[in-house]
């Protein structure tokens, strides 16, 4: 065993029978490389990914790899969920490199840690033959690498700026809401989409939910019928399609192929956690069954696979598992052939096929299916005469028995660390849940899992840890641990009116300004000035398929300073909000920034509950589809300055406000109800 197999991260432990004398990312290990003048490998993965897979079995298993890797770099495998600043870094020095980027990620560096070379996957002849060109060149050359590594880096801190320098150090006195640059950036989006399958006219197709969730709102608010049919036929494709497990719920990574068919079979926490808020969002719109199916099924999965003991969530399921003859194979676990399915099935095999299209376009490849629907299932009765109620019925059936059949199987590997913004974005899921089906198991986990993130990733309340497992947090959080739990802490405010969440995410606020925020630039950086330098400052700012930390702070922000009357809160989310969209050219990588936006558009409402009743009138308020109305409320008396001097005993009282104005207070729920446009 090499150094890994002290480690909790089940990808570092995966490599810990290695040849190669792996070490983890820590202060040993860099300084060992420096005292040595060796150059670093920094091979970067997580569990999950099929290609780090390959890469090991079919390089750093083998002892010739090993060997040239041992004698002469110090080499460091890296989780990228545990360490997402170490990832970000590197991953910007290899696009600078070769314009483009992927896991697994391998970089040589310096001994100081700053890169002279990098790429994705390497077959074994392409990798030794490299680093033995790269080693000759540091012994004979070493000059030649430390200048490209001076012209790297330059490059490195140019990109790493939150903003265009142009933009940061340009005076900024808040933001002002501009309706036709919003108008200009969809329509440039428009010409992307996919009008046949939903999402954007490529492949791979990833979900991307916050993209979803800003034009469902931007839709909504704009009255733009139809780029809501748009979102609504994305959100129904991609329930249909392979990429949604209809028979144990739950949402794979991505879609190798146009029609969301065939999926990158593994299953992450965070995509599912941010689908079903997505999917709550668009049913609280729409009613649209699918969507609660959806919602359902895949908290379903979430509890079922992904839950632990301890009440927090785990990180992902591989794509690969044991196929019948015992050998890895890429989603073995989740496709069926049609003999398979006959035998399953029997006499019912026919309707299943129709339903499921198994045919030519439903075919994956080597006589396997997975399995997708091209219509609802109320065209299909027709189609084959076949009373809905039935069909509804035997489909219901069919997933049980397929269920049942997947059981015998060799399940997926599974990813076993806790990751805080993770759960934190789990929780914001399980909170919309509850927020949009009353279903109080719902709010019973979200509550589980706050309470798991308090107890095991929360330091005396003071900093957060970003990792757990085995009972040990080892590594300081980073700024998406922090944005996403106060985040969370806002949404379990909004859904029991409970004060102690809202003081909770100021009090880790105020701690982010302390140990996260610059000044200079005014945004917040990735990691605290509590953790060692990397080679580059990292500033998120870019919304990915998880969105940048720096929005989902900025939104946070927006939040607090209503709640609270805080003006320095309220000032530092418009610089923000001012800077980015002084800079965005395509929108799809700013969609929570664009989100905030509608905030500034003088739609936004304030609504204040107080009294008895509070909590039950917010219940059925917010089971409908209002982004644009921020909700707070109390039984009793409250010295939150939203709510201060708002009560009235024996009386259950609404404050209707804009921009910090109100209109007069009414005791008239349907007044209210009128106000808001709710049905």
């Known amino acids: ?87 970000a870094v590197y991953m ?33 002849e392409e990798w030794i033959s490299t680093l033995e060109q790269l080693q000759e060149l540091h012994r004979s050359n070493p000059e030649k690498l430390t200048e490209y590594a001076d012209k790297l880096s330059d490059a490195l801190h140019a990109i790493s700026a939150p903003v265009p320098p142009a933009v940061v150090e340009k005076p900024v006195p808040g933001f002002s809401y501009d309706a036709a640059l919003l108008e200009t950036l969809v329509t440039k989006w428009r010409r992307s989409f996919d009008h046949e399958f939903g999402g954007m006219a490529r492949a791979p197709k ?45 949402f794979s990574r991505y879609s190798v192929d146009m029609k969301w068919h065939v999926p990158h079979f593994e ?84 309707w299943f096929a129709a339903v499921f299209s198994i045919n030519d376009f439903g075919h994956w490849e080597h006589g396997n299916y997975v399995l997708i629907q091209q219509l609802p299932l109320e065209e299909i009765a027709s189609m084959h005469h076949i009373p809905l109620p039935e069909l509804q019925q035997k489909k219901q059936l069919w997933e049980k028995l397929l269920s049942a059949e997947r059981q015998k199987r060799k399940k997926p590997g599974l990813d076993d660390k806790c990751l805080t913004a993770w759960n934190a974005i789990m929780l914001n899921g399980f909170a919309d849940a509850y927020k949009t089906f009353n279903n109080s198991l719902y709010l019973d986990t979200a509550l589980q899992n706050a309470d798991f993130i308090r107890k095991n990733l929360w330091h005396d309340g003071g900093n957060l840890y970003r990792n757990y497992k085995n009972g040990k947090a080892s590594i300081n959080a980073y700024l998406e641990d922090y944005a996403f739990v106060i985040k969370a802490w806002l949404k379990l405010y909004e859904v029991t009116f409970d004060e102690k969440w809202l003081h909770e995410a100021k009090q880790l ?131 939150l300055p939203f709510l201060e001097h708002r009560f009235e005993k024996g009386k259950t009282i609404f404050f209707v406000c804009r921009e910090k104005t109100c209109e007069l207070p009414t005791e008239n729920v349907d007044e209210v109800k009128n106000r808001l446009k709710i049905n």
């Open 206 to 250: 990833f979900m991307m939910p916050n993209n979803y969730q800003f034009l469902l709102r931007y839709a909504f608010q704009s009255n733009d019928a139809e780029l809501l049919e748009f979102v609504n036929l994305t959100l129904t494709k991609m329930a249909y399609g392979g990429i949604f497990d209809t028979v144990d719920g739950g």
């Open 92 to 124: 910007k020095a290899v696009q600078i490199m070769t314009r483009q980027g992927g896991w697994p990620l391998n970089v040589v560096a310096l001994p100081d840690g700053r890169p002279v070379w990098g790429g994705t996957y390497f077959r074994r």
């Open 1 to 87: 065993m090499n150094e890994l197999f002290s480690e909790t991260s089940p990808y570092l432990l995966q490599h810990a029978h290695n040849p190669v004398h792996w070490k983890a990312w820590n202060p040993e290990s860099l300084s060992k490389a420096a005292e040595a003048h060796k150059l670093i490998i920094i091979s970067i993965g997580y569990s999950a990914c099929h290609w780090c897979h390959v890469m090991e079995h079919e390089t750093f298993e083998h002892e010739d790899a090993a060997h040239i890797m041992n004698a002469h770099f110090i080499s460091i495998k890296v989780d990228r969920e545990e360490r997402p600043d170490v990832d």
């Open 509 to 639: 606020t105020d701690y982010c300004f302390d140990h996260f925020y610059d000044e200079k630039n005014g945004f917040f950086s990735f990691t605290s000035t509590l953790d060692a330098p990397l080679i580059a400052k990292h500033f998120e700012t870019e919304d990915n398929v998880i969105p940048a930390s720096n929005s989902v702070m900025a939104h946070n922000l927006y939040t607090l300073s209503t709640y609270f009357a805080n003006a320095y809160y309220e000032s530092v989310t418009g610089n923000m909000l001012s800077k980015v969209t002084a800079s965005i050219d395509y929108p799809s990588a700013f969609s929570n920034w664009l989100n905030l936006c509608l905030n500034y558009s003088g739609q936004n409402l304030e609504l204040a509950i107080t009294g008895a009743e509070a909590s039950a009138h917010a219940a059925a308020i917010n089971k409908a589809y209002l982004p644009h109305v921020l909700l707070a409320g109390a039984a009793a008396p409250s010295q």
């Open 267 to 350: 299953k992450m926490l965070y995509d599912n956690g941010q689908l079903v808020s997505l999917y709550c969002d668009a049913y609280r719109l729409t009613e649209n069954p699918l969507y609660r199916e959806v919602v359902d099924k895949t908290l379903g999965f979430c509890l079922s696979a992904l839950r632990s003991p301890e009440g927090g969530f785990y990180s992902a399921l591989d794509a690969d598992s044991l196929n019948e003859n015992g050998k890895s194979e890429e989603g073995a676990y989740y496709v069926w052939t049609a003999t398979e399915l006959k035998n399953i099935l029997g006499t019912d095999f026919e």
